[in-house]
């Protein structure tokens, strides 16, 4: 497939939006292009927004023959991490784990997941 404008603009980027009391308006980004924001006074205002910015960057990178970084693709990730630590922290995490009756590899996935929801 050609990597156009309209390839590029069917993936499926990813668009933060949030409300900014400091701003007093919605605030968004797309997590895959460094330093760009725009702002709304609704999501669906800052969307369009983005998308509008979406199609200038990319229009701009091609007529440039600049890379056009994509979304990650979960496909991408089988799910193994290497994970080094100290070994006062790997001594506490194999002792919750016991006491929670879990392995280390549930404890930390645990841990992960709930500072992940908490970010979102």
Request: glycine share 4%.
């Amino acid at each position: 497939m050609e990597k156009n404008l309209e390839y590029y603009m069917k993936l499926p980027y990813s668009y933060i939006v949030e409300w900014s009391d400091a701003d007093d308006c919605y605030l968004g980004s797309i997590v895959e292009l460094e330093r760009n924001m725009t702002c709304g006074d609704t999501p669906e205002e800052v969307i369009a927004n983005l998308k509008d910015a979406l199609e200038a960057y990319v229009n701009t990178s091609l007529a440039n023959g600049m890379d056009i970084p994509e979304p990650i693709k979960m496909a991408d990730y089988k799910g193994n991490i290497t994970y080094r630590t100290t070994g006062l922290n790997h001594y506490r995490l194999a002792k919750t784990a016991k006491l929670k009756g879990m392995s280390i590899n549930a404890l930390i996935d645990e841990a992960v997941e709930e500072k992940l929801q908490q970010s979102v």
